[in-house]
């Protein structure tokens, strides 16, 4: 009997409006407020000044020189070395921070010497006091003349912008003493000064008071004393009420479980049989198995140059003796760590999807097969291109053409504007392609549209939120540009990514026969209200400190909280997704045959690494008063790594690992399987080496010395490049090796002999026909 002609049940019929209702209300209301915040930060970016006089008036700078500068900072891939407000790399300073602390300095001194006639460390302690009283409220005080738009710097800034053009430029010559960049970095004198420029600038900002407030432009960050940047009381006042809102939050979902017992994955007190046949695949569908051939690359060399930019951090000078930053500089390799994890992640999620939507079909469209030939020509086109561009941007072989076809420079977003409106164009095909393939006449079983219609809103905001990357330029203001930076960073990775995955999981489930379509669906609605809650506003924990006012950090320390409420949800169904493993059915007892075994192992590690990586590291740095002393140091990646490669990395190799089943018989995949075994259990334990032994202790030790001497030291050199933060970092290479030798190349292996094992199968059957 067709499932159109089945009797419609409890769990076929339709759902109450007021998911969808509620849905909508959720996102309505969040992106009014992320609008606001966007459009507010226009407003009240740190302002760039025309020009930059002393204090007799004499020019020190121009407002282009700022812009400009900004412009070397991207053009020499310097975002993934060191930081701006704390957002970039970690190999080297937190530039900003480093040329305030100077700042302050300096200013100490010639006040030292103006009052006193003597060096401020040969001062008693009560005039030390009250000259870094003094020096505090000259920093404070904001000299920016809006009405003609010049910035007035004291004598001591002033000094200071000019002893700085040396500072970089001796920063620029040494590999070993910058975390690894080329030899000779930067040479030109008009560039190191206007880079010089640019770093002042977000010095002044961060010191500066804004205009009727008693806090700078970046709400005081980074945390130095001796500059008076200390922390808002609104960054202690928010913290605590977003306490208060996360508790209400695990309170009230919690109550709906206990209400609702139908809310979960899995469905209870019913036949649990695959529907899908493992073994079974058509032509279309093999056509894809050759994307994961690619994501097992991309995913192997991503780990291999993720373990050479630790290597930079443990030993900058030498690579076991060879001079590797001669030919792949740090900033390079840190470079390619970001845009292969985008893309072999992303890579997985378009297949797989077009995998799943062959399989909703009960015909194969003749066009599937070569349609997804020429979309895998156009993936491997913008991937190998993108990469080699961003290689010849940072060596300085593109010239003037460097933002176009080489290295933007702004993190997660490096690849140049044309490699982006090649990926655009690429994701809207991909998205023409999927929806061509389950429109609802397509559909074999017309009940599963409602999901669908989901997994079409979900597949399409991919391509929709990465249009923002187009929205800025090399010298538009770093406020503006890192708040669309993290429209498409955050509502990708914590928005509708997240809210893909929920579709592709449900869908999965669904296939498989492991839950009927309304508890996938209740899923689904429950998910994207409770990610899109916290999620959309709480892209604003990103903005605290990079120029937004007070309130963004109201807003979004409120709602971000509500981010780990579905998180804690996964637990209530872990035990739901072990006994699938098992084998067993809930109704007649009998053992079940489950050819997807590690495609479920893997998703419970999605489930671990969400509630740790996202949930419990992500909770802890999302505060705003720990996110003061916090961002930019080694728990940011510790974070990072946990949720990024622990969540969306593992759910991509989930889905590849689905793929490889369903197009290998059971033979073939007998030779597979134990290749999978090895990489699900190297990647976890080789992830779990690196947070315990390296990242999260790093991390801690790391905000330690921030509490004790203040942001710039901690983010310098000298902090990073000591003896212990090196060892600690040596630490790493354990998980790094098992995670590369026992996780990635497994993984590498299966595919190979999945696509190679599919293609034999192709010809065997084109034989016996």
Request: net charge neutral; charged share 15%; hydrophobic share 50%.
């Amino acid at each position: 009997m067709s499932d159109a002609a089945q009797p419609v049940s409890e769990d076929d019929g339709p759902l109450s409006p007021w998911w969808i209702r509620t849905i909508l209300i959720v996102m309505v209301l969040g992106f009014a407020g992320l609008i606001t915040v966007t459009t507010l930060s226009y407003q009240n970016a740190p302002p760039v000044p025309t020009q930059v006089v002393d204090a007799r008036g004499v020019a020190v700078f121009s407002g282009d020189d700022i812009s400009s500068g900004q412009a070397v900072f991207l053009k020499y891939g310097l975002m993934a070395n060191g930081s701006i407000w704390g957002h970039g790399a970690y190999l080297g300073p937190d530039y900003s921070a480093a040329a305030l602390h100077r700042m302050g300095e300096q200013t100490v001194e010639a006040i030292a010497q103006q009052r006193y006639r003597q060096f401020f460390a040969a001062l008693p302690r009560s005039q030390q006091a009250a000259v870094q009283g003094e020096a505090t409220v000259s920093l404070k005080t904001n000299r920016y003349d809006a009405a003609t738009a010049t910035l007035h710097f004291t004598d001591p800034q002033a000094a200071t912008y000019r002893e700085q053009v040396d500072f970089w430029t001796a920063y620029f010559r040494e590999p070993s003493r910058n975390g690894g960049l080329k030899a000779n970095l930067i040479t030109d004198p008009a560039e190191l000064r206007q880079f010089t420029a640019f770093v002042m600038w977000t010095a002044w900002a961060s010191v500066a008071e804004r205009p009727g407030k008693d806090y700078s432009y970046t709400n005081n960050f980074p945390y130095d004393p001796g500059v008076g940047n200390l922390p808002t009381s609104s960054a202690l006042l928010w913290s605590a009420s977003s306490l208060m809102v996360f508790l209400a939050g695990i309170a009230t979902v919690l109550l709906a479980f206990g209400k609702f017992d139908y809310l979960g994955w899995i469905t209870r007190g019913h036949h649990v049989h695959p529907q899908l046949v493992a073994g079974q695949s058509s032509r279309g569908q093999n056509a894809l198995v050759k994307f994961f051939v690619v994501v097992a690359l991309l995913f192997l060399a991503q780990s291999l140059v993720g373990g050479a930019v630790a290597h930079y951090r443990a030993d900058p000078g030498s690579f076991y003796g060879f001079q590797l930053e001669r030919i792949f500089p740090s900033n390079l390799v840190r470079t390619w760590h970001l845009q292969m994890a985008i893309f072999w992640i992303a890579t997985a999620y378009v297949a797989a999807a077009l995998f799943l939507g062959r399989s909703l079909r009960a015909d194969e469209p003749r066009w599937l097969a070569g349609c997804i030939h020429a979309l895998f020509a156009a993936f491997a086109l913008v991937i190998g291109g993108s990469l080699l561009g961003e290689w010849l941007g940072i060596s300085q072989l593109l010239g003037r053409w460097w933002f176009w076809f080489g290295n933007q420079g702004w993190e997660y977003l490096e690849l140049g504007r044309f490699w982006q409106y090649l990926l655009v164009a690429g994701l809207f095909g991909w998205f023409g392609l999927l929806w061509t393939l389950v429109r609802p006449r397509a559909l074999a079983r017309p009940a599963v549209g409602p999901i669908v219609r989901m997994f079409l809103i979900a597949a399409l905001a991919i391509p929709v939120f990465y249009v923002p990357a187009l929205f800025f330029g090399a010298k538009t203001n770093f406020t503006v540009v890192d708040t669309w930076r993290f429209w498409i960073i955050h509502l990708w990775v914590e928005g509708f990514f997240e809210f893909f995955a929920t579709t592709v999981v449900a869908l999965t489930f669904y296939q498989l026969g492991l839950t009927r379509r309304n508890v996938a669906l209740r899923v689904i609605y429950l998910d994207a209200i409770l990610y899109f809650l916290g999620g959309l506003m709480g892209t604003g924990h990103h903005w605290y400190f990079s120029g937004q006012t007070n309130v963004n950090m109201a807003l979004s320390a409120l709602f971000s909280v509500l981010e780990v409420v579905p998180l804690t949800l996964l637990t209530l169904d872990a035990w739901d997704f072990v006994r699938t493993t098992r084998g067993d059915c809930d109704v007649c007892g009998k053992a079940i045959a489950i050819p997807h075994k590690w495609t479920f192992y893997f998703l419970m590690a999605v489930g671990f690494w969400n509630f740790v990586g996202a949930g419990i590291f992500g909770f802890l740095i999302n505060l705003p008063i720990v996110s003061y002393y916090e961002v930019g140091t080694q728990l940011t990646p510790n974070h990072g790594h946990a949720a990024m490669m622990g969540v969306f990395g593992m759910l991509a190799i989930a889905l590849m690992v689905f793929v490889l089943r369903q197009t290998s018989d059971d033979t073939r995949w007998a030779g597979i399987e134990k290749y999978i075994r090895i990489a699900f259990w190297g990647t976890n334990v080789g992830l779990a080496l690196m947070v315990v032994m390296s990242l999260f202790p790093s991390g801690v030790l790391q905000v330690w010395d921030v509490l004790q001497h203040g942001y710039w030291h901690a983010r310098s050199l000298d902090y990073i490049g000591s003896e212990r933060s090196r060892l600690i970092e040596w630490l790493r290479l354990p998980g790094d090796l098992v995670f590369i030798l026992f996780g990635a190349l497994p993984l590498v292996i299966a595919s190979i002999k999945g696509y190679l094992g599919m293609r034999a199968a192709e010809r065997e059957h084109a034989v016996r026909r």
